[in-house]
């Protein structure tokens, strides 16, 4: 494919089950600091801030996703949301697969590629979440794991306008540790080759900070970060961002 155009960066923040109205204040301090960034930056607040948030960077340069979403469109199941209502919330974005989900939920990569279609159909973008545990890697099955969490994970049509794919090691989540720069290069090469559309944005996740950031961006194949603690401060948050602009 040769008229591909390059990956869009992206740094894309995380909150978790993080944040409450006050902290509506962070999303403004970095809306401020960061009025146009040439990269994409998005933030994924828990879903009962979307709205407001929403609200608060109207006008932006910040875009906004969820952190999940059901299958179906509408229905009964009780406590879920669908991709519809984060796209009515305001959101243009939604994760899905994180190994949190995955360990908490038991969801399996069937459940997210159904998860992924019908993200499409609200037209949001999916962002495909793939990482091997601590043992996994011990045992080298890094490459077959997150092969095989590719494969199963993204459903047929599945391409740069509709999909991120974020390389999160469920063992440099929150750990402080992170894969050293030719673990990461290698699964991301490893990724792009065998993604649907090399000009997929391939983003990395798992304890990225101010101080790391530079380098993990300087790695071949890395396109942005997939933020957790680090995107909850404006301030450490904007300093990611700032690293990926100049990368
Ligand atoms: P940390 O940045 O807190 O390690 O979390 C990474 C993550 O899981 C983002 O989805």
Partial sequence: MP???????LAA???KMNGLGADLAEARALAAAHAAPEVGVLLCPPATLISRMAEALAGSAIALGGQDCHAAAKGAHTGDISAHMLADAGASHVI???SERRADHGETSAQVAAKLRAAWAAGLVGIVCLGESEQE???????DVVGAQLAQSLPEGAHAANTVIAYEPVWAIGSGHTPSAGEIAEVHAFLRAHAPDPGITLIYGGSVNPANAADIFAIEGVDGALVGGASLKAADFGAIIAALRVS
Avoid: I, M, Q, V
């Fill in 3 to 9: 008229d591909t155009p390059p990956p869009r960066k």
């Fill in 13 to 15: 923040g995380n909150w």
């Fill in 96 to 98: 899905l697969g994180h």
């Fill in 137 to 143: 890697r011990a045992t080298g099955r890094t490459l």
